[in-house]
């Protein structure tokens, strides 16, 4: 019933950008934190950036500040993670999460994916 479906991955050259687009079924964005997760071949699944529930604040991992920029589109329902500048090290498969919480954040639903692949 609860569905998220990332789409926007692709191949891009160093330096290019790419706008991932999760979209939400079954759930309405602007009720939950919203996030981004990657994993690399060979590498455990990492945070990418997250928006609260109010949109007021997003935050980001270090690796990704000052390039990435998550936003949401309520009336569409759907989650956006705009990506500029990228570098080898971005390429990864890309996932839509939706959770809760205040001092800890537990996502309770998951994407299956989109490949995000940065040539050199």
């Known amino acids: 019933q609860v569905q998220l479906v990332e789409s926007g991955g692709g191949l891009v050259q160093t330096g290019g950008s790419l706008r991932l687009s999760c979209a939400a079924s079954g759930l309405t964005v602007s009720t939950y934190i919203m996030a981004w997760f990657r994993q690399a071949p060979g590498k455990e699944r990492e945070f990418v950036s997250r928006i609260v529930r109010s949109a007021l604040s997003t935050y980001y991992a270090e690796s990704v500040k000052g390039r990435f920029t998550i936003s949401r589109d309520n009336a569409k329902n759907m989650v956006y993670l705009q990506m500029n500048n990228l570098k080898p090290e971005d390429t990864a498969t890309y996932y839509c999460?939706?959770?809760?919480?205040?001092?800890?954040?537990?996502?309770?639903?998951w994407g299956q994916g989109t490949q995000v692949t940065v040539s050199s």
């Open positions: 999460a939706a959770g809760s919480g205040l001092s800890t954040i537990s996502y309770h639903y």
